[in-house]
């Protein structure tokens, strides 16, 4: 289970990005895309953004859930938008066929055989836990008044916290 | 009178540093060393950021901890007009003024949106709508801002995209009065640059935001209200639509 989480602005701009893997069930925390394919996670999220678009003024949820699925890769994007629209991206690849690997965010309920389930409440979850603890540090990193909308954030304290959350609940 | 003073007496004792000169060509003759451990100095300490003595950096305090705090009003009303006095200094005109304080109100309006979201109890949807997102303005903004909410919020009458909130006594203009060759200078301007930034956050284009003064009862000095503003805010066409198309979806 990899995850890459991207931060992206109002101009479709990224603002920080960061790759992790799953810590749970064993996992050791280190993302494992495979490298003939890692360049493409940022097409897939960037692709993600049109469905934010055409959500985003019907569903008024801050969390929008499993929005986009790239079946090549078997990964899923999971959106959530600040209230100035901003939005954060979590891309999930699940690593089929190797059951150590692929041990999932769900592996409690939502992650039954080799199929990783986005929609399994215990995966939507965990992923909205991380998604309010970042929403939280994002806050605070942009309340600094030398902060301008849509500045990338560079702080290695916020990338540290984002790490964390990544522990904690992914 | 002491600064020029003091500075013509440096000017003839300029001349005997000069004779310290050659010492200090001494670090200009072999620059290599010195640049290097000066570029050393920044780079040893890249990744150790300078925490305060507490060792907390602000990602360790609640956000939440200032939720209740209040600021003195005296403080509030001299930082205030010290920003007023900034901008003036830099404008031709009022309007020129009015624009510098939207634009400074702005980013306040556009931090305190997701803040304010993200304080309250139970964290209510993202305003997808023009009515949520006013109402939160009149209320949760208004009274974080200014200890309570909005007087009034009206739909024009003659334009569906205008938008009114009254304030009768509004805090940023207590403390000022405008002289009479800048006529109709409101400094609500600077609320309006606030709202503005609220909207055009959430996602919602304005055309602008603009303060005006109305006393009340066209009486001026009479009325009830004297310092009575009206916020004018005018959203563009294309917000508009999505509303229609929203309201059909529905």
Redesign the interface.
């Known amino acids: 289970m990899s995850y890459y989480f991207a931060i992206i602005g109002h101009h479709d701009n990224p603002l920080f990005e960061a790759e992790f893997g799953t810590s749970k069930s064993g996992g050791d925390g280190a993302s494992r895309f495979p490298p003939q394919t890692r360049y493409m996670n940022q097409f897939i999220v960037h692709a993600a953004l049109d469905i934010v678009c055409e959500t ?3 569903n ?3 969390y929008l859930k499993a929005i986009d699925t790239h079946p090549p890769t078997s990964s899923h994007v999971s959106c959530f ?5 901003i939005r954060f991206m979590l891309l999930v690849q699940p690593h089929l066929g190797n059951p150590r690997a692929s041990s999932a965010v769900g592996g409690r309920s939502g992650y039954r055989g080799e199929v990783y389930n986005p929609t399994a409440p215990a995966t939507e979850e965990a992923i909205r836990g991380f998604f309010n603890e970042v ?3 994002w ?7 030398f902060y ?2 849509d500045d990338r954030i560079t ?4 990338r540290g ?1 984002v790490m964390t959350a990544a522990k904690k609940f992914l | 009178m002491a600064t020029p003073h003091s500075l013509h007496h440096e000017g003839p004792q300029k001349p005997p540093p000069s004779t310290t000169l050659p010492l200090r060509q001494h670090p200009q003759q072999q620059p290599q060393p010195t640049q290097q451990t000066v570029q050393a100095l920044p780079v040893q300490p890249a ?1 150790g ?1 300078r925490y305060p003595s507490s060792k907390k ?3 360790d ?1 609640n ?1 939440n901890r200032s939720k209740t705090a209040e600021l003195s009003r005296a403080a509030f009303a001299y930082l205030f007009i010290e920003m007023i006095g900034y901008a003036q200094r830099r404008v031709k005109g009022v309007a020129d003024l009015e624009k510098r304080l939207n634009e400074a109100g702005q ?1 306040l309006g ?2 305190l ?3 304010l ?2 304080r309250l109890p139970s ?1 209510p ?4 709508r023009i009515l949520p997102l006013l109402q939160f303005i009149t209320t949760t903004l208004w009274r974080h801002l200014f200890g309570r909410p909005a007087d009034t919020l009206e739909r024009s009458a003659a334009n569906a995209a205008e938008y009114m909130i009254s304030d009768n006594e509004p805090l940023v203009s207590q403390y000022i009065s405008v002289p009479r060759e800048m006529g109709n200078f409101n400094a609500g301007a600077f609320v309006a640059g606030v709202i503005e930034g609220v909207c055009v ?3 919602f284009e304005v055309e602008g935001v603009t303060a005006h003064g109305v006393a009340e009862q066209g009486g001026g000095e009479g009325g009830m209200w004297p310092g009575k503003t009206v916020f004018l805010i005018r959203f563009c066409a294309g917000v508009l639509e ?1 509303e229609e198309g ?1 309201g059909k ?1 529905m």
Request: cysteine-free; proline content about 15%; hydrophobic content about 35%.
């Open positions: 985003q003024w019907v008024s949820a801050m938008l600040t209230p100035n629209n929403f939280g540090d806050i605070k990193a942009t309340m600094n008044p301008g909308r702080s290695p304290v916020f916290r | 990744t950021l950096t602000i990602y305090r956000i980013p556009h931090r949106l997701p803040l979201l993200h964290p949807p993202r305003p997808t956050g959430a996602g999505r929203l979806g």
